[in-house]
C-alpha cells in the first residue's frame, strides 16, 4: 500500500516556475517506480513524467521536455517536479502515481497502482 500526497500547486504567470512535491509512505516499504500525470477541465488525463525507483531513468513527454523535471529523494520518500517557462496550457490538476516495481519507466496510466489527490497549478498570461 502507497499513500501518496501531492502539494506546492499554485498560481504563476507564463515563464515561471513551480516545483511540484509528492510525499510517499509504503506499508510494508516497497520499492516503486513514480510518474505524473495531469488533467485539465474537458480533457482527457496525460502524461507528464516518469522516473525510475532509482532516479536513474526519467521519461517525458515532447509537450514538457526540456521544461520540466522530475527528480526524487527516496530517503525523503519524496518526489518532485520541477516546472519551468511555464506555459497557459500546462493549467490542470497535476497527480503523482506509484507502481509497485524495482526496475522501469512508466507512462500509461493503466500501468500505475495508486494515485495522489492531485494539485492544482494554474500559469496565467
Known amino acids: 500500500q502507497v499513500q501518496l500526497v501531492e502539494s506546492g500547486g499554485g498560481l504563476v504567470q507564463a515563464g515561471g516556475s513551480l516545483r511540484l512535491s509528492c510525499a510517499a509512505s509504503a506499508r510494508p516499504v516497497s520499492a516503486y517506480a513514480m510518474g505524473w500525470f495531469r488533467q485539465a477541465p474537458g480533457k482527457e488525463r496525460e502524461f507528464v513524467a516518469a522516473?525510475?525507483?532509482?532516479?536513474?531513468?526519467?521519461y517525458y513527454p515532447d509537450s514538457v521536455k526540456g521544461r520540466f523535471t522530475c527528480s526524487r529523494d527516496n530517503a525523503k520518500n519524496t518526489v518532485y517536479l520541477q516546472m519551468n517557462s511555464l506555459k497557459p496550457e500546462d493549467t490542470a490538476v497535476y497527480y503523482c502515481?506509484?507502481?509497485?516495481?524495482?526496475?522501469?519507466?512508466?507512462?500509461?496510466?493503466?500501468?500505475?497502482?495508486?494515485w495522489g489527490q492531485g494539485t492544482q497549478v494554474t500559469v496565467s498570461s
Open positions: 502515481a506509484a507502481k509497485i516495481t524495482f526496475y522501469g519507466v512508466y507512462k500509461e496510466e493503466h500501468e500505475y497502482d495508486y
Open positions: 522516473i525510475s525507483w532509482s532516479g536513474g531513468n526519467t
